[in-house]
């Protein structure tokens, strides 16, 4: 049985067709924000279920391999800090990011 999110993320990326062959450009930006709501959804639907959310995977993941890269004479501190900074992003960017949180 296939999940409800994975139901929700294929009306999201039908959305983004209909936006990218939509003439107007109100329907564009309708069809962009339904597709971020239908996003939001399959991630809430996957909290909801017990499944970790693609932010916390991602993180794992790219945990994973710093950890794998870091500097073997550093401090536990600061790998633990420089790990910090490389999953966070710069600052300027995180309040644009589609996996934001906040």
Not at 9 to 29: D, F, H, Q, S, Y
């Amino acid at each position: 049985m296939a999940k409800t999110s994975n139901t929700f993320r294929e009306n999201a990326k039908n959305c983004l067709v209909l936006a990218e062959t939509t003439i107007t450009g109100p329907a564009a930006a309708r069809y962009t924000r339904m597709a971020k709501a239908w996003n939001s959804l399959a991630c809430e639907q996957d909290w909801l279920e017990g499944y970790s959310t693609q932010t916390e995977r991602a993180s794992e993941l790219a945990g994973k391999v710093i950890d794998e890269l870091s500097e073997h004479g550093a401090s536990g501190a600061d790998m633990k800090d420089r790990k910090s900074r490389l999953i966070d992003g710069p600052t300027e960017f995180r309040e644009t990011r589609v996996d934001n949180d906040n």
